[in-house]
């Protein structure tokens, strides 16, 4: 079906609650996550939370929310996503700091709808792993139906794909991203390809820096040619630049900790990080976060050791951790009972659980102060569940971001009839028109 | 360590000595009938002996305290891949998928690894045994069901030879993009000659039906000289419909079109996969045609598509009346079986249709009932203790038994785990 009717079938309504508009959701259990569990009410004023607590005031003119006992918990952050986004891998080269997610945010895409329905308001968009260095990522939220320079979460701190392992090595000889051998092959050229890039990135800041400082001095001279692939790792450099490094194996996650130490910056999180278990120590040492998969494994040689346990393991380590969908490799409407999947790997508490799948990821991504808990003042992007969040038997109901509702389970259910025979309808019209009838004779 | 050659040694399966037990003050949730509370479930060698409140403990057996805990059979997964595949980007390491279109006369059985590191791995969650599917061209070969316990796919055989898996020609005109759930690049060809490929397809798999009929009659009376042919020979039993022709179709044409074929043909079927079930509710249910659910942890198949797709599958089955199992389909994920049954149940299924589609409905399907799938008298001893209802991830599956054996829920996971862990 067209993406642009179905788009207006699902968005064209206009929201029930909108912007700015003051809401008190009432009758609810509150799992804010960082402070405990409060049973009553809470209150959205201009898209931010207002106030918490066993017995709230309707301001007047408020609307009210009935929870009907159901539980609130804070919009899930997804710390690793490929949706919303026209193109995933700049191929041809292993180096490609210069692409942008942001240029080719698609806003129409259904995924985002779909992660919305699960709870997600907030995705960490990046690039696919065919690279070293992958591109520029872009921190989204989830604002189904608007377009795409208001679904950028405004203030995020830019970030940037890094990916290590066999996907890196594989583009050389494979069959997804290109014909041809390249550079590198082997996890010892992967490293090469990070030091030589932050070796150019090192002395293009050097050139750029020595500019400055002459200038300063009054003296006349020429800027340095401006080059657009290393300007984003001269930001890694000098801590702008937030790097989130796809990886798999303990070997490769230490080379690449120690690289970075080497060049004097930080590794903010591990991608997926399946074997970060095992060098746990050592990444709490560099302080570098982990998002890693809830119990995917064995897909590939590198993901053979791969633990439902990781979580856990990391979390016990002191490792600030988070589970990722990698959407849609996995897919974002099953993220929260991923995180519950903690519970039966590694028996996390409820709010360890919920923790992995929202202020973990908003303080990897250093938007802690805007989202990841419902605490007064932080964005009013919320999830209202018919049951405990972490138990399977759960259903996300309603969705807000930024106090506005994007998702309505019981207004969702309506529209698919209508969807339907509008599918029909189209349908209909696809069926060639029968032939006309052949003149006697005629030849 | 890393090849897989040497790691699937390592967690082969701990059967430990099998003794007559009894496991008293537990809740029984039997799937056959209501659950019972504080109960004995008494076990003599492979099987059940006795199960109630007052179930009577015979002299030396050894007794085991349940009180809190909860015992529910064993859990059925129903199209597997489970010791065909152990690395997915590994071809070396797959026997799932034979060449050639026809192959009827393959068998998964001999094939399936006992020392395979999944076998821990989905036990791990309550699975006690597996109906594993192979898949390549048209006709696959014989599914077969597997204990999940044995030294050798012998001891691990529950039946060799259960089904007959074939799959349904695609007419797939390619449908790339984001959300459809087709995956990457798919090809994009005129629907005229997808549609040319698709008859022809399906005009091989007559003919191949008529040279096995053709067969048949020969084989009844034999000429001199006569010499039997392996491939035709293992379709006998699906023609005779003492073998379930198990299909793959997951939308509409390919689910019609197999209902057709098993109506022209006069086969038993089991429909595996299907997604669009919609306009077939009321002939499945009429045809009591049992089905093998898709894996429900996929993308809805339109972008168009209710979000809820396909986990509001099974609601809509057991609504119409049709019997239906739980499989996973992918070798990653049996173990999340019972979580996928659990969403389902959150997406409209009863929970006790539920509870039973990962049990005693499939074993019916099966054609194994009156050995697994409840706790009944007679039945085998192949069931698990656990501290909660085993569709929550928050539940600890405490101990399971196969054949009356207890089995150990180490694998290879749980392994690493406390290797690591003292390294924290």
Known sequence: ?443 | MRCPNILVFLTLAASLQAENFAIRGVTLHPVSSPDVPNAVLVVTGDRIADMGPKAAIPKGYKIIEGKGLHVYPGMIDSASVLGLSEIGSIRETQDITELGDFNPQLRTIIAINPGSEHIGVTRASGITASVVVPSGGFIGGQASIVHLDGWTWEEMAVEKSAAMQMRRASIEAGFGGRGGGRGFGAARRPFAEVKRRYDEQMQQVRLFFEQARAYQMRKANPVLGFKPDLRLEAMIPVLEGKKPLMIVAEKERGIRDALAFAEREKIKIVLAGAREVDPFLEELAKKNIPVVLPDLYQVPMEEDASIDEPLDIPAKLAKAGIRFAFGSYNIERPRNLPFQAANAVANGLPYDVALKALTLTAAEIWGIADRLGSLDKGKFADFILTDGDPLETKTQIKQMWILGNPVSLENRHTKLYEQYKKRL
């Open chain 1, 1 to 443: 079906m067209n993406r642009r009717l179905f788009l207006s079938s699902l968005a064209a309504a206009p929201l029930l609650y909108s912007a700015g508009e003051t809401i008190l959701i009432r009758n609810a259990k509150i799992l804010t996550v960082t402070k405990g569990r409060v049973d009553g009410s809470l209150l959205i004023r201009d898209g931010k939370i207002a106030e918490i607590g066993a017995n709230v005031l309707a301001p007047t003119g408020a609307t009210i929310v009935d929870a009907g006992g159901g539980f609130l918990m804070p919009g899930i952050v997804d710390c690793h996503a490929h949706i919303g986004s026209d193109a995933t891998n700049e191929g041809s080269i292993s180096v490609s700091s210069m692409v942008k997610i942001e240029d080719v945010l698609a806003p129409d895409d259904i995924q985002i709808y779909r992660g919305l329905a699960a709870g997600v308001t907030t995705s960490n968009v990046l690039h696919g792993s065919a690279n070293t260095i992958g591109g520029q990522c872009t921190v989204v939220k989830m604002r189904w139906g608007k377009p795409a320079t208001q679904m950028i979460f405004a203030g995020a701190k830019p970030g940037i794909k890094f990916a290590l392992g066999e996907n890196v090595k594989r583009a050389g000889g494979g069959t997804n991203f290109s014909a041809t051998a390249r550079y590198p092959a082997t996890r010892m050229g992967v490293e090469d390809v990070v030091r030589e890039a932050f070796n150019d990135a090192r002395a293009y800041q050097r050139q750029r820096d020595e500019y400055q400082t002459r200038l300063a001095k009054g003296e006349r001279v020429l800027p340095p040619r401006r080059d657009l692939k290393l300007e984003p790792l001269v930001e890694v450099l000098e801590g702008k630049r937030l790097v989130h490094a796809h990886c798999y194996r303990s070997d490769e996650i230490l080379m690449l900790l120690r690289t970075a130490e080497e060049y004097g910056f930080k590794i903010r999180t591990l991608q997926h990080g399946l074997e970060a278990y095992k060098v746990a120590k050592e990444i709490a040492k560099h302080g570098a976060g982990v998002s890693t998969f809830a119990d995917s494994w064995s897909y590939k040689i590198e993901a053979y050791d791969a633990i439902p346990y990781n979580a856990a393991l990391c979390m016990k380590a002191g490792v600030l951790t988070s589970l990722n969908t990698d959407a849609p490799v996995t897919q974002q409407r099953h993220l929260l009972q991923d995180a519950a999947k903690t519970q039966r790997y590694g028996q996390l508490s409820d709010d360890e659980a919920l923790s992995l799948v929202t202020i973990n990821p908003a303080r990897q991504l250093m938007i802690e102060d805007r989202v990841g808990s419902l605490e007064v003042g932080k964005d009013a992007d919320i999830v209202l569940t018919d049951k405990h969040p972490l138990s399977m038997y759960a259903k996300v109901q309603k969705v807000f971001v930024d106090g506005e509702e994007y998702f309505d389970r019981e207004k969702d259910m309506r529209s698919r009839a209508e969807r339907e025979t509008r599918r029909k309808a189209l349908a209909e019209k696809l069926k060639p028109p029968p032939p006309p009838a052949q003149k006697k004779g005629a030849r």
